[in-house]
């Protein structure tokens, strides 16, 4: 696959989300409307969308359109924007930045952005039940318990509440490995799942490779992540640097150095790869995606 | 409907509510395990469960057994116990005490409240795709779109926003019945529509009444509430009294004074029993959680 078709669809996926989110999302000036402005603040601040990519590849690999995918990857947009916004309030990381703009505390105000996130989540529900595609009752409901295990206690919630305990303190490689399968990879994982359900050729027995491409894509972005944290300014990065550091939070970085965690990145990515073998055409997008997670500067 | 058969049933059901609840909460000792005391110590602190009586009531009236009903009950209770540890966070009503405990921030801390909301909403979302009952796959996606409907933003969530943006201000009795039937009415609303779809006779010629019934016992609680915020002390409410005049915040009582706040009471009553006329058995055990909801001292 080049990589010029692969920016091509990528670019169509990300014009079809957009709209996608305009369409869902109650219009900004509908009471109560600073609420509404805030729902549209959050979610339409410019992302990288990764996990509106592994949906809809998911769903291209598996056989359904950009068009038959695009309400899943809305829905996980939506969970997933809820997260960063109750993620970054004072109680829990207390960022400012957040994509190269304010937070949504700082630009409202935290019981606005505690609402926000309190109403995308079940937004993201009401998109999967009332999604105009053919896709049948059974397969709905299950998309709707793929996405709801993904972000409860036992998932990315559970994740978070992982990390915040951890402040402070060491963990191993399995500990902060379990951490970010869940804070991260649970819904990584719900994005492939959700998306390949769209398609009409997916059975069960694909469903553990995209659970491993899943996990691994979810420690490739961390450790970039936290790679990233502790060697770039925060102009490139559009959120604070080195906070992670400051706030004294277990990462690849700090816990391994940065030399071991450059030798992690690349082990995770090579693992990746075998994963892929493991799908139809060696993963389709899903390798372009698992590129762009590796390679990115920021 | 003889009152002792009321409180026979009503028994049965919080019984199995109870159970219900204990069965889909993660074990309060699993991974990550402060999460989950905390979402154990929400969820079991002792309610009223007005909205369990009304999911089941509602599926009485339409020939579903307790045991059919009971999943749809535990959903609400999820969602409305969610509502209620955000709501009493510092950033939004600063409460600490809720049910005569500490509430959640107060006894864990307001990043775990924070994630123990975040962390029941999906699991509301969960049960209702999971319950093991026969209820089908149209009827259970017609329950999410219910419950995510009546949670996000043009529900419950809209109507805290509402409150929120009122502080300190006056409102009229239309604008402030219109942020109760968001804030209280939805849920309410939600609650009997649920029980209702879990019940073979159910018709959408009923949706109207019930709607009514629900939005009049969504003012009545207020009304009440408001009352009872005005004249009781806080060992009897078991939350702290009077804290809505202290908030400065429009209630019934502090827009229209204690007087004109009991006939509305009394009106809202009226109109209840002739909205409840209009169901069969006159609305069978909903009569009876009107008079609970009208009646009640705390």
Wanted: aromatic letters at 6%.
């Amino acid at each position: 696959m080049s990589l010029n078709s692969f920016d091509q669809w990528k670019t169509e996926v990300l014009t079809q989300v957009h709209q996608g989110l305009d369409q869902w999302l109650p219009k900004a000036d509908q009471v109560p409307a600073t609420l509404h402005r805030a729902m549209h603040y959050a979610v339409k601040s410019p992302g990288k969308r990764i996990r509106s990519l592994i949906a809809c590849a998911a769903g291209d690999l598996f056989g359904a359109s950009i068009e038959g995918t695009v309400h899943s990857a809305v829905a996980i947009e939506l969970m997933h924007t809820y997260s960063l916004v109750h993620d970054d309030l004072p109680c829990m990381d207390n960022d400012e930045l957040r994509r190269g703009k304010p937070t949504v505390h700082v630009a409202f105000d935290e019981a606005t952005a505690m609402l926000v996130g309190d109403a995308l989540q079940p937004l993201a529900f009401s998109v999967l039940v009332n999604q105009q595609t053919n896709l049948d009752h059974e397969l709905r409901l299950k998309q709707v318990h793929v996405l709801s295990e993904s972000a409860g206690s036992l998932g990315m919630v559970g994740g978070q509440a992982i990390d915040l305990s951890q402040v402070g303190m060491s963990m191993n490689r399995r500990e902060l490995e379990l951490m970010h399968s869940k804070k991260t990879g649970a819904l990584f994982f719900a994005s492939a799942e959700l998306g390949a359900l769209c398609g009409t050729t997916y059975s069960e027995s694909f469903q553990e490779p995209l659970r491993a491409y899943a996990r691994q894509i979810g420690f490739g972005f961390q450790v970039v992540d936290d790679i990233l944290d502790a060697c770039s300014p925060t102009e490139v990065l559009g959120k604070s640097a080195g906070k992670d550091q400051r706030d004294n939070k277990p990462t690849y970085v700090t816990l391994f150095g940065l030399d071991r965690a450059k030798e992690m990145a690349s082990e995770i990515a090579k693992n990746t790869k075998s994963t892929l073998g493991l799908l139809p055409r060696e993963g389709g997008y899903l390798s372009d995606i698992a590129e762009l997670v590796f390679d990115r500067v920021y």
